[in-house]
């Protein structure tokens, strides 16, 4: 997407076009000049991460508006919501729902709605029978409710959970941002002045920016599947908090003679907090090895890069440094020059590994968009998705083969010899091919007939219109 385009059309073609391009030449690169399109028709901000707001979102809630969480995998939001609490001193009171804990939660509903403060139930998706009575609680409250009251849940989705809770409440999700840029922003701005000046040891800023760079790293190798993490781990928050408040203790008890004890470290970052949640070795191995490199004495010399490019572009690791900040803000500003866009290099992967994954996000993208398309008969005078795909279903049975007759077949294959080993094949492949010209066959005629209405349009025969009509080949 950055290369000329030759014959004049570098010029004469917009971003847009340039996208279309892009995309039918090279898949793999279509999110990279996608990006481009979005900065060029709507702005920079709309193709940078978003940074969950809870004190923004909670500013948008009141007593009768639940905020409502969708896990995934390292999305807990509950260190947030303590943290957001401990901040604007309220108590928040969390409750892991399961069986028997909806005394627990009815309980200090009560006590919060007519006291204040907040109530976290955690896992709803755990105690699915308690939800109709808590949307109940929270609509038709028995008394007075304190102004201070707020519900928060977490649930992973569920086909039962109840869609008038899910429509009076605030939805968000809390995914770890995609890229090294968004990842380390979205640590910094949890990080306050304080936390950054708790102690004067000079080791301690770097070794902040440097855990902040490994917890993105291993969040972000499992878009790469199996050639990031053979199992996708669940690499969360409190990880990350944990790797923190060690790295606190170490240098609160280190004797300045002797500096830090890397090994130390290593091991319990590398193998104890992003380590003991794998059994297998390599994975191990990996962590630990990010941890040998990245954690020692040269981390400390001007000019120290997180990974060193290969081929011929040496820039390209330059941005990827430890910055010389004293301030929260100095860190962000630092943060918003990173690249938006990562070699698969920053996270110890060959170049090629991107090819994989971005032809999947790719794909996936557009075939959303396909599926969010509306599906209904257009009402102006051009033709119809119907009428389209009934058009399209006569010429495709028009060019149809005939099908095969056995009797012929089996004559035929007689002659040739059918014991010969080619022949045994041969006859396998043509029972192979009937099956498929007769399955083309029926469902295009059914299909016909649905859309004239002689029989009812199921759901494979909408799923075969939806197909035809987007050019897709069926699943």
């Known amino acids: ?273 992003y380590g003991a949640e794998s059994l297998m070795t390599w994975i191990r191995d990996s962590s630990k090895t990010f941890c040998k490199v990245w954690f020692r004495e040269e981390m400390f010399v001007p000019g120290f890069q997180f990974f060193t490019p290969t081929g011929n572009n040496t820039d390209a690791g330059k941005p990827y440094t430890i910055p010389q900040c004293k301030t929260v803000q100095q860190y962000l500003d630092f943060i918003e020059k990173l690249p938006p866009v990562d070699s698969p290099e920053v996270f110890g992967l060959h170049p090629n590994a991107n090819i994989t994954y971005q032809s999947k996000t790719a794909r996936d993208i557009l075939d959303t968009i396909l599926n969010i398309q509306p599906k209904e008969s257009s009402g102006g005078l051009g033709e119809t998705r119907e009428s389209t795909v009934s058009r399209m279903a006569d010429d495709m049975l028009s060019k149809l083969p005939d099908d095969y007759i056995p009797h012929q077949v089996k004559e035929r294959i007689n002659e040739m010899g059918a014991l010969s080993s080619m022949n045994i094949f041969l006859k396998q492949e043509i029972d192979r091919m009937q099956r498929v010209i007769t399955c083309v066959r029926n469902t295009l005629t059914d299909l016909k007939l649905a859309i004239e209405g002689t029989i009812i349009m199921s759901e494979k025969l909408r799923e075969a219109l939806n197909n035809i009509y987007d050019a897709k080949s069926a699943a």
């Open 1 to 273: 997407e950055e290369g000329n385009i030759p014959d004049g059309y570098q010029n004469s073609l917009d971003v847009f076009k340039r996208t279309l391009l892009v995309r039918s030449w090279c898949p793999d690169r279509t999110l990279a000049q996608a990006r481009k399109f979005v900065v060029d028709a709507l702005g920079q901000r709309f193709a940078d991460g978003v940074i969950l707001n809870f004190q923004a979102m909670y500013g948008e809630s009141d007593t009768k508006t639940p905020l409502i969480c969708f896990l995934s995998m390292g999305s807990d939001p509950t260190a947030q919501i303590d943290s957001l609490a401990k901040k604007l001193k309220v108590d928040c009171k969390p409750v892991s729902m399961g069986q028997g804990q909806e005394i627990h939660a009815r309980r200090l509903l009560t006590q919060s709605m007519s006291q204040g403060g907040w109530v976290l139930l955690q896992n709803c998706h755990l105690g699915l029978n308690f939800m109709d009575e808590l949307l109940q609680t929270i609509t038709e409250p028995a008394g007075p409710v304190h102004e201070s009251f707020r519900l928060w849940l977490t649930t992973e989705g569920h086909p039962q959970f109840p869609i008038n809770l899910l429509q009076i409440g605030l939805k968000y999700t809390n995914e770890p941002p995609q890229g090294v840029k968004a990842g380390v922003k979205r640590t910094y701005n949890g990080v306050t002045q304080d936390q950054l000046d708790i102690t004067n040891m000079p080791q301690w800023k770097p070794m902040l920016y440097t855990v902040a760079i490994l917890h993105t790293v291993v969040q972000e190798r499992r878009k790469f599947g199996p050639l990031g993490w053979n199992i996708p781990y669940e690499f969360n928050q409190a990880d990350l908090t944990a790797s923190i408040q060690f790295l606190q203790n170490h240098l609160d008890d280190m004797d300045p003679r002797h500096g830090v004890n890397w090994s130390t470290v290593q091991y319990m970052i590398g193998e104890v907090q």
